[in-house]
């Protein structure tokens, strides 16, 4: 059945009179009458009754109007919100976003995509880089910003963005404060805060091991929040990532012996089309300026 039928059969609807009703429709009276007569053939009855310079709906034409009506309201409303997509009007999109990866990083990104692109609701899901992976197979995800402390597979694209060391976290009053860093082997005997989402913990567990380091884990927890809490009280140490949000009360120090980084990056499905709303994020995502750690900073200002 042609929408365009459709649009023809309204229109004598509305004028009564075939003539008008090509004329509203940009189409000749004979083109008209062929489209509604074909329209006939197709629901099997006659949708008007012709008497010279009266136009009536027979009883199965007025039948059918109400659902014809709906159809082409129900295709102008697709067509509208397609376009909407399209220019960003009303596009929706979700980002995956590594659950330990500090949100003061990205504010100032949020703050500029949001600026220039209003039309867009942004989802931020948080999750550990295995479910990230999957969500971002599935398609549930668009794009996801993580890490791994091994390679990722080849059946995504990745766009490193930047890099950030781990440091060491103790409560004010430790016996580490009075260091500039911290080498992996002082912490031998310390009570240890497990952050069960780390992506680094077995690398890090390893880093300690080699170095016959012997942590006693006192407690454990997915919330990093929580670990910060505890460490801040007392109740032991744990290894953040540099830019993590630090809470009032908590120290840091820079791990070396050896020093440990983590690479933050864009990843999407290779080969996968973006949505226009997704290419929009991803374009602003690798144009956006992102700070360096103190570290490299120094690094980069040694080398030159």
């Known amino acids: 059945m042609d929408i365009h039928h459709i649009r023809y059969f309204l229109a004598v609807c509305e004028t009564r009179n075939f003539t008008r009703a090509g004329e509203k429709c940009n189409v000749t009276q004979p083109a008209l009458s062929r489209a509604i007569q074909q329209l006939e053939d197709e629901v099997g009855g006659l949708l008007f009754r012709r008497e010279r ?50 949100p003061r990083r990205f504010t100032g ?3 500029e995509f949001n600026r220039r692109q209003q039309g867009i609701q942004l989802q931020l899901v948080e999750g550990v880089p295995a479910s990230l992976s999957q969500l971002l197979e599935s398609g549930e995800i668009d794009v996801a910003i993580m890490a791994s402390s091994n390679s990722f597979p080849e059946r995504f694209d990745v766009t490193p963005l930047y890099r950030e060391r781990f440091v060491l976290a103790f409560p004010n009053g430790h016996r580490l404060a009075r ?5 992996i082997s002082e912490l031998d005997g310390e ?11 077995d690398h890090l567990a390893g880093l300690c091991n080699d170095r016959g380091v012997k942590l006693r884990i006192s407690y454990a927890s997915e919330r990093e929040d929580w670990i910060q809490n505890m460490v801040s009280g007392g109740l032991g140490i744990c290894f953040i990532p540099e830019f993590s949000a630090v809470i009032p009360g908590l120290q840091v120090r820079p791990v070396i012996d050896p020093e440990v980084w983590r690479e933050v990056s864009l990843v999407v499905v290779a080969g996968r089309r973006f949505s226009p709303a997704a290419s929009a994020f991803v374009n602003s995502v690798k144009a956006h300026g992102w700070p360096e750690s103190a570290l490299a900073q120094a690094i980069r200002r040694t080398a030159a």
């Open 53 to 102: 310079n009266l136009t009536h709906l027979t009883d199965l034409g007025a039948l059918l109007r109400p659902r014809f009506q709906q159809i082409l309201d129900e295709l102008t409303g697709v067509r509208q919100e397609a376009s909407r997509f399209l220019c960003l009007e009303n596009a929706n999109l979700k980002v995956g976003v590594m659950c330990t990866i500090g």
């Open 109 to 111: 990104l949020l703050a």
């Open 179 to 183: 260091n500039d860093n911290v080498a």
């Open 191 to 201: 009570n240890y805060l497990r952050r069960l989402n780390c992506e680094y913990r």
